[in-house]
């Protein structure tokens, strides 16, 4: 989800354990979300939906700041987040970086291509491989795991 899409979000786009994008905010603009496939429905994970109830609402944002206004997420990362992370000694790489990790995680743990392009509301698998995919050397030493495996069985041979 984009952070556009997230400041969006009302509490009446959540049901049947499902948020249901339908609008865009970015600032105070609102628009339609970007493609027909930003508009997919996303499934909520029940540790997410157990975090979400105790904020639930009847209407408004879904995150919101003091004021009620949906919440502006860069003012989020420099109020709360940014020391957190920095005494953590984790870098911040951005919004953004949540949306490849989703995807990447998704795909090491073996969720095939189009799953992951659906969750991410791509409308081409090529976007979600080529920009959000990332490999990493675990997943490429696993690989060639697999072929030293067929390789086992067999005797080495000396070459002269």
């Known amino acids: 989800?984009?952070?556009?899409?997230?400041?969006?979000?009302?509490?009446?786009?959540?049901?049947?354990?499902?948020?249901?994008?339908?609008?865009?905010?970015?600032?105070?603009?609102?628009?339609?979300?970007?493609?027909?496939?930003?508009?997919?429905?996303?499934?909520?994970?029940?540790?997410?939906?157990?975090?979400?109830?105790?904020?639930?609402?009847?209407?408004?944002?879904?995150?919101?700041?003091?004021?009620?206004?949906?919440?502006?997420?860069?003012?989020?990362?420099?109020?709360?987040?940014?020391?957190?992370?920095e005494a953590s000694k984790i870098p911040w790489y951005g919004w953004h970086a949540f949306r490849r990790g989703l995807a990447t995680l998704l795909n090491e743990r073996g969720t095939d291509v189009k799953t992951v392009q659906g969750i991410m509301r791509h409308r081409e698998p090529a976007v979600t491989l080529d920009h959000y995919i990332q490999t990493s050397e675990k997943l490429q030493r696993d690989a060639l795991g697999k072929i030293n495996e067929l390789c086992t069985p067999c005797a080495p041979e000396r070459v002269n």
């Open 1 to 85: 989800m984009e952070m556009a899409e997230i400041r969006g979000l009302r509490w009446e786009d959540y049901r049947d354990g499902q948020l249901h994008v339908t609008r865009s905010m970015w600032r105070t603009l609102i628009n339609d979300p970007k493609t027909r496939a930003s508009k997919a429905p996303i499934p909520i994970i029940p540790k997410l939906a157990a975090m979400l109830a105790p904020m639930r609402k009847t209407s408004g944002p879904m995150f919101a700041g003091k004021k009620g206004k949906p919440l502006q997420l860069d003012n989020l990362y420099r109020r709360t987040m940014k020391d957190i992370l």
